[in-house]
């Protein structure tokens, strides 16, 4: 199965839209093709609404941007994609017949794939040109920031396309749940329709709102979810003996039951209950505010997850272990730039970082500056392996100057100057700039000592990652020493 530099889209209505947005983020270009040639305004929209949080979710460095070509030909698509991924509406007929005939203009070694909600990759497959290479990958809403995508293969589906299909989801900071058997609905759509149709009995049976049976779930087992799915949360619920307690003390309550398996009549009272009930829900939010607040969220959960190394958190880890790793690759003498201090992070200020007086607080500065150092540590080598190994460099010293002020939303980078390095400490000056006007707002002076952490000692660094940060210092040799360095606190010019 070929590299993949060029995504292709098949229809780009919500899916293809947080397809592109996912992949143009992380360095792919993108050709997406829908039957509407009204979908490419849509289409760039939709990339650009999903941006802001896209940007939020990882301070690794990124290749540059991707770039969205659109065509109503999807023979063209398929001629240029190196990956292509279907999402027209849920109709087998219509989709078996694209299948087909887009399989006929892709290379056997383009890898075919369906966001399918439900259906199966087997009746998918059926009339294609190398079925082999056809797997359903099924995203979920918003794709750009949910990592999930569930993999199945068909009974003509070749085992090494799935893997292939993994690798090039993992590389795009996706998490590619095999699902080993074909199914109706696969895996998640089952238990999302499970719980919904009950939503849907309930609704009907005037004995909750959509308002209610939502706070059941946002203010309880929701926040579970994000960290532990429903069985090993249920394992927890049993005390000491786990599972096996909570099936003998839960389990008969399966037989009553308490939920229905038929889906209620849609009538129209079912749709106008739901309608204002999650209409009400929205007090008069649009659909894109209340996008907005929803991906912010799932931004803010990820990045807590990530610190636990847990769920979605752990998917967001690899992805930038994979990041620091190509952008080291791509520099294996380290972040040499050319005799000028080292661009280390861009980011922009978020709402969770301001203070009362709107601007952002002082504790998110030296967040910052610290995660300068971190993509400075990570560019040398001192990654998650490193710190395996009982070696890392601990924070000593840290003088923080503040310039000026940061609002909400303001682009904001650190650059970074090498001062000094021995086998065991290493002097660095920080300056945080303002994105839009390149003002100087905050510097910091640090110091790092190399430790061995078991013996909680300093100890010489890693003659490798010595060398790298050693190579930087020259580099940055004749850059003036700042002004502000090796000063106390309280000289105010
Ligand atoms: N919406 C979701 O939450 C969600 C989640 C996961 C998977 N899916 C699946 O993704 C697929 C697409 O769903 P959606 O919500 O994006 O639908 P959508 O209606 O928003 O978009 C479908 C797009 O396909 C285009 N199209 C129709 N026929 C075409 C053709 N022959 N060639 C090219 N383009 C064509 C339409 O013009 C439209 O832009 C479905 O299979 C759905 O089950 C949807």
Redesign the pocket.
Known sequence: MRNVKTLGL????????GWAARALHFGLDVIA????PE?EQ?IRGAVANAEPALARLTFAPLPPKGTLSFTTD?KAMAEAADFIQE????QLA??QR?LSEVSRHAAADVIIA??????TPTDLQRDMWAPERFCVA????PVYLLPLVELVGGAKTAPAAIEAAAKFFTYIGMHPLRVRHEVPGHLTDRLQEALWREILHLVNDGIATTGELDESIVYGPGLRWAAMGTNLIYHLAGGESGMRHMLAQFGPCLKWPWTKLEAPELTETLIDRMVAGTQAEAAGRSIRELERLRDDSLVAVQQVLRQYDIGAGSTLRALEERLYRDAAAANPEGAVVGGKPLRLVDTVVRPEWIDYNRHMSDFRYGQVFGDAMDSLYRQVGVDEAYRATGRMYYSVETHVKYLGEAKVGEALYVTTQLLDLDDKRLHVFHRLHRGRDDALIATDEQMHLHVDTAAAKASAVDPVVRRKLESIRLDQAQLPRPHEAGRSIGQLT
């Open positions: 098949l229809g780009t209505g919500v899916i293809g839209g093709a829908d039957v509407k979908m849509w999807f999402n027209i509406p849920e219509l989709k694209v369906s966001s399918t909600s439900g259906l099924h995203p979920f809403n």
